[in-house]
Nanobody
Framework: QVQLVESGGGLVQPGGSLRLSCAAS????????MNWYRQAPGKQRELVAI???????TYADSAKGRFTISRDNTKNTVYLQMDSLKPEDTAVYLC?????????WGQGTQVTVSS
């Protein structure tokens, strides 16, 4: 059974930083691409960052230059380092992976950027 568990969210002031973690189980973690999405109230879910099994990364324009996705295959964990946070980054952040035709999601972690 695939499980994704996010952590690391919280309340941070504009300009601050947070590091999100997503621990995976039930999959051979190292062979799958891992993704971070976010969903703000009243908005569509947005893809934030992707990291492939080989470590290649891709970012949404809104995340470029501020967010860094990384993975530790020894810990079955993917990270999202978020710097220079803005109020518009406020959302629930979700970890995602795809195995075959099935999409797996974590429960999400709330990030709130506010003074």
């Amino acid at each position: 059974q695939v499980q994704l568990v996010e952590s690391g969210g919280g309340l941070v002031q504009p300009g601050g930083s947070l590091r999100l973690s997503c621990a995976a189980s039930g999959i051979i973690f190292s062979i799958y691409a891992m993704n971070w999405y976010r969903q703000a109230p009243g908005k569509q879910r947005e893809l934030v960052a992707i990291i492939t099994s080989s470590g290649t990364t891709t970012y949404a324009d809104s995340a470029k230059g501020r967010f860094t996705i990384s993975r530790d295959n020894t810990k079955n964990t993917v990270y999202l380092q978020m710097d220079s946070l803005k109020p518009e980054d406020t959302a629930v952040y979700l970890c995602n992976t795809v195995r075959g035709s099935v999409r797996y999601w974590g429960q999400g972690t709330q990030v709130t950027v506010s003074s």
